[in-house]
């Protein structure tokens, strides 16, 4: 630790470009900040694909697939932490480095940014730091955890916070939380000047992976078999589901009463079932989210359709919001983890009051699985129900949410911060991988 | 996990009568004990007699069961192997080293066939090595300070500060790190416009808005010096505070009856005709 402040000293000059890379489980987000402009970044599918006539699809490449039906995935990144280099290196030299690719760069020249997940296996990390430096040779590095690159936005923007107009956004946003909601899982990290307050990280292990596979066994039980069928699941799941701001009322609407002859709403679909075509791979390659038609579905005309109708239709009762209600409360599954709200309050409670009033006014969710309408109104009237009457409870959603993180870290890239965390090919060479390693835990020293 | 692996079966009351009934739905369900075990003495100070209300363990092994399943990537064990890139890659290659040509540290990572799980085995065994004793292996442990420390990585410099107590380990390293801090910026700065005039209403106890201190500067600072928990640490905490919701597994419906001879909760007698079609067919008439 001695050496490592001041030998930045004697470095060479920063390189130029910064690589910077949202690494996820489901896409990678990746974009090369040159200077001071930012681009648009890449976001590529994280995977590996298969499928059913057995041809193999790395990467962007899936984006030739035409059939989706029974195909299968293998991913590098695993419960949101990137566990199998073979398939990630396979991704990575065709997306970055290869011949063809679009965000092209040379490692010897660039500087790598790079998100992790919190509370990662430090075995883990240390791989990461392996290949970065002695396969691909990044002249300079940083590893940080995803969620406190939000940090480097206009915070008081998003909230449209009014303010004078002489205080300009200072990044990183001085106090906030973030709730990152992506495909593996759940994390809640409460941030201080960008820097994560690592006893009240708190992760519910409920991401966009458990709410398709739970969605396709509802679908498996009630309708067909789709459990081979997970990315139609999960096209659906985007397309249809919402969180109930009324879970009780919209579960009563979408019953079908007892025995015997069926309760109104249920027969005229409430405003809440819809119809979901799917996809056939053939004239359809896209399923359509519908309004649900009564009259479509009387027995008759059930019957007279079998004929000519090529379509596939599921209807969608409640399955529409019981699924991304196992964010809120994963014990409906039986699942012994705390809800969204409640895990959020624990991580509160790790810290000292004082902090309350900042943090619950800067809640800031990402993730892909916060798309879901009604996400952050349902989070802000369950957070106010828990915490004191006298926090004012804010919670905003980015207009993008899956390319915050990458944006917010391309901001970084421009920042004086970096910097300071920032970690060169000789002082890896010098000081080794475990040096490395507790540098990017300690992240930013002093603010 | 729990028991040593061993499952108890159902005992053979439940199955002995057919049909339904109405179940009084009171009492938190215990859930799956697999996954987090329960605490044991009270499940043995228990009431024998109302295990209508519990889950049995046949239940219980099955919501494990799901459970895992719905953590997975994929229908079932997929290998999907990389393909065939001869030339492709090695022509490609901009890195530093020679095409193809690995540092041994890379070739381990890059040949390693493990998975997270494994992984994390790996580390919890660690870590459990290093505490000396195999009873931290445990999910959820109590977080005392000593099991805060990750095993192979952790520096003094950035760990010496346990959660619970707010105390400093005396040692040399946490000197040195306060030493550094001595005269350097706040780490929140405070206000930035003055605060507005005074009102002759300020004082009035019903008008006041009490908001707590912010904590001292030294209080933050040693948040943020806090060395990253592991990765059970920060699963959120199950807490026993609200009843589980119980659902009809046929519809999705509140689930309000139970079916008798396995203990499936469905919500009428429609789903429950439904549900014992099903039932018939698995465990017999």
């Known amino acids: 630790m001695a050496g490592g402040r001041k030998s930045k000293v004697a470095a060479p000059a920063r390189p130029q470009n910064t690589l910077v890379l949202d690494n996820g489980a489901w896409t990678l987000k990746a974009g090369l900040v040159c200077g001071g402009s930012i681009p648009e970044p890449r976001v590529i599918q994280n995977c590996i694909a298969r499928d059913r006539s057995r041809k193999i699809y790395v990467a962007s490449e899936l984006d030739k697939c035409r059939d989706f039906s029974e195909i299968q995935f293998r991913r590098p990144v695993e419960k949101g932490y990137l566990v199998n280099w073979e398939a990630q290196k396979e991704i990575w030299d065709q997306e970055l480095f290869g011949d063809k690719a679009q965000v092209k760069c040379d490692p010897s020249e660039t500087r790598l940014m790079l998100t992790e997940q919190p509370n990662a296996l430090p075995v883990l990390q240390t791989n990461c730091d392996q290949i970065v430096f002695e396969e691909y040779g990044f002249s300079s590095y940083y590893r940080g955890v995803g969620a406190t690159f939000n940090a480097y936005h206009d915070l008081q923007s998003l909230f449209r916070t009014p303010k004078d107009a002489l205080t300009a956004a200072n990044t990183p946003a001085e106090i906030m939380l973030v709730v990152d909601s992506g495909f593996s899982h759940t994390t809640i990290t409460p941030l201080l000047g960008g820097r994560p307050l690592h006893s009240a990280i708190r992760r519910i292990d409920i991401g966009g992976k458990f709410l398709t596979n739970y969605m396709a066994r509802l679908i498996s039980l009630r309708h067909f078999d789709m459990r081979n069928d997970l990315y139609i699941v999960n096209e659906m799941k985007e397309a249809s589901c919402y969180v109930s701001a009324d879970f009780k009322g919209d579960l009563e609407r979408t019953w079908k009463g007892t025995r015997g002859e069926k309760r109104e709403d249920y027969i005229s679909g409430a405003g809440i079932v819809k119809d979901y075509v799917l996809p056939d791979f053939h004239t359809r390659h896209k399923g359509i989210l519908r309004e649900y038609d009564p009259a479509q579905h009387t027995k008759s005309k059930k019957l007279a359709a079998t004929g000519h109708s090529e379509e596939d239709v599921l209807t969608l009762r409640n399955e529409r919001f019981t699924v991304p209600e196992l964010i809120f409360r994963p014990s409906d599954v039986g699942m012994r983890q705390p809800g969204l709200a409640d895990a959020i309050q624990q991580s509160l409670h790790e810290l000292p009051i004082g902090l309350w009033p900042g943090l619950l006014a800067n809640i800031v969710v990402v993730g892909g699985s916060s798309l879901f309408d009604g996400f952050i109104q349902r989070l802000q009237k369950e957070l106010v129900q828990l915490v004191p009457d006298d926090c004012i409870v804010r919670v905003a959603r980015p207009a993008d949410p899956i390319t915050n993180t990458w944006y917010g870290a391309a901001n970084m890239a421009n920042h004086p911060n970096i910097e300071k965390v920032a970690v060169t090919k000789q002082e890896y060479e010098e000081n080794g991988s475990a040096w490395i390693a507790r540098k990017f835990s300690t992240g930013l020293l002093t603010p | ?285």
């Open chain 2, 1 to 285: 996990m729990n028991n040593f692996g061993v499952i108890e079966l159902a005992s053979a009351k439940t199955t002995s009568a057919p049909g339904w009934a109405y179940v009084p739905d009171t009492g938190i369900l215990p859930g799956s004990n697999a996954l987090q075990p329960a605490n044991r003495k009270r499940a043995r100070n228990a009431p024998a007699g109302v295990t209508v209300g519990d889950l049995t363990a046949r239940q219980e092994a099955k919501i494990r069961k799901e459970i895992e399943a719905l953590e997975r990537d994929g229908g079932k064990d997929i290998s999907i192997p990389i393909p065939a890139k001869s030339g492709k890659v090695l022509m490609g290659e901009t890195g530093a080293a020679a095409p193809g040509k690995h540092t041994p540290n890379v070739r381990k990572i890059l040949q390693s066939q493990k998975t997270f799980s494994n992984h994390l085995d790996d580390f919890l065994a660690i870590q459990a090595q290093v505490e000396g004793g195999p009873a931290a292996v445990g999910n959820n442990r109590p977080s005392n300070a000593s099991s805060k420390r990750p095993a192979n990585k952790r520096d003094a410099t950035a760990a010496s500060t346990p959660t619970g107590s707010n105390k400093p380990t005396p040692g040399i390293q946490e000197e040195d790190v306060t030493m550094a801090d001595a005269d350097l910026p706040p780490v929140l700065v405070g206000q930035y416009r003055p605060p507005p005039a005074a009102h002759p209403g300020d004082n009035d106890p019903l008008l006041a808005s009490r908001v707590p201190d912010l904590p001292s500067d030294e209080e933050l600072r040693k948040l943020l010096a806090h060395p990253p928990l592991t990765y059970y640490e920060t699963r959120g905490k199950w807490e026993d505070s609200y009843p589980t919701r119980v659902f009809c597994e046929v519809c999705g419906y509140w689930g309000r009856v139970r079916c008798m001879k396995c203990g499936t909760r469905v919500c009428a007698l429609d789903c429950l005709e439904t549900h014992r079609e099903e039932c018939v067919t698995r465990y017999g008439l």
